[in-house]
């Protein structure tokens, strides 16, 4: 038996080494909490028969946030473990995360594994690029935070880099006026870096990036120039539902390019989350969340809480009274009344 140590930033990071070094089948032994984050000791049966000292292994990523005591990992599933296992995997959670998040309080566990953080687009702020996949909601997005900064009595200044695609400016367009707001079109990174020089004292900046493949090339080239072109803070906008291995490449695709932020959009109409988790997983700071079609109200701020809800709901086949029942749990989640279909 082959013994190991650990230490990384965070759950995700340590169980992405255990897996690079000594591949699947590693047995987690143990777990906690250490300066700089956490440390697991993990086992794998070695064809050695001498006996092997741990040794620590680190990363020096930085630390995203303080966490709580990881919940230990080495004590046999009880019953209701097995119960909750099973739903999550009905999520389709990563296998790493569904060990860690299988047994104890389920909201702690998932403070734990996660790194979750505000958007950071207020006055001062650098601008705020939303990235992501073709059609994954950026520009709906972008307008519901520029709502909301507007509510706030801090107008934003709204600019596009997708100006290219048909009716793309436009249906931005159509929520800045609504807005009494301009929206400024900028497809180069040096019109970006010109339009961002005309903000007012350092008034939110928003900037809606078109949708980009992260192993292509020249997308690729294009979104580090726009990011370092305005010193951007940048947030992979990414829709719910998608299938986990997917949405952990893509999260990862685009964390190699300097993303650090993630906002989910779709939440209401995906009954799973495994795909959500798997981005988060990778390391992406969780933010906020669409939960609606609204525009005013439209995001959510993701917590521990509220994905503890959510992963502890897996959907049967239901009918009737039962279904109802189900469509109930839904909108009580959402703080929404479910709607009756004819």
């Given at each position: 038996m082959r013994l190991k140590v650990y230490q990384a930033p965070n759950i995700g990071a340590a169980m992405a080494m255990v897996r690079d070094e000594l591949g699947p089948d590693a047995l987690i032994l143990a777990n906690k909490t250490v300066d700089g984050g956490v440390e697991l000791t993990a086992a794998h049966e070695h064809?050695?028969?001498?006996?092997?000292?741990?040794e620590a292994a680190t990363v020096s990523a930085p630390m995203l946030q303080v966490r709580p005591t990881p919940i230990t990992a080495a004590i046999p599933l009880t019953a209701t473990d097995?119960?909750?296992?099973?739903?999550?995997?009905?999520?389709?959670?990563?296998?790493?995360?569904?060990?860690?998040?299988?047994?104890g309080d389920l909201a702690r566990g998932i403070e734990t594994a996660l790194a979750f953080g505000k958007i950071p687009c207020g006055v001062g702020d650098p601008p705020l690029?939303?990235?992501?996949p073709p059609g994954a909601g950026k520009t709906l997005t972008a307008a519901r935070i520029a709502t909301r900064l507007k509510l706030s009595g801090q107008p934003s200044m709204v600019i596009t880099t997708d100006g290219r695609r048909a009716g793309a400016a436009e249906q931005l367009a159509a929520f800045t006026r609504l807005l009494g707001l301009t929206l400024i079109v900028a497809d180069t990174p040096k019109q970006l870096a010109r339009a961002v020089e005309r903000r007012v004292g350092g008034q939110p900046v928003l900037v809606d990036m078109p949708g980009l493949n992260p192993t292509d090339?020249?997308?690729?080239?294009?979104?580090?120039?726009c990011q370092a072109a305005v010193n951007a803070n940048a947030a992979l906008v990414?829709?719910?539902?998608?299938?986990?291995a997917?949405?952990?490449?893509t999260a990862q695709d685009f964390m190699e390019l300097g993303v650090t932020l993630l906002i989910a959009t779709r939440l209401d109409q995906s009954r799973r989350l495994g795909g959500l988790l798997a981005a988060a997983n990778t390391g992406l700071i969780l933010t906020e969340a669409g939960v609606s079609p609204a525009v005013a109200d439209g995001l959510i701020r993701m917590t521990p809480s509220f994905l503890a809800e959510r992963l502890s709901y897996a959907r049967p086949k239901l009918s009737g009274a039962s279904e109802a029942g189900s469509l109930t749990f839904?909108?009580?989640a959402f703080g929404k009344q479910p709607r009756s279909e004819p």
């Open positions: 064809p050695s028969t001498e006996a092997e000292e741990p097995l119960a909750r296992a099973g739903t999550l995997r009905w999520h389709g959670v990563p296998a790493e995360l569904e060990a860690l998040l299988a047994r690029l939303l990235a992501g090339p020249d997308d690729r080239a294009y979104l580090r120039e990414l829709p719910s539902g998608l299938d986990p997917e949405a952990a490449d839904l909108a009580q």
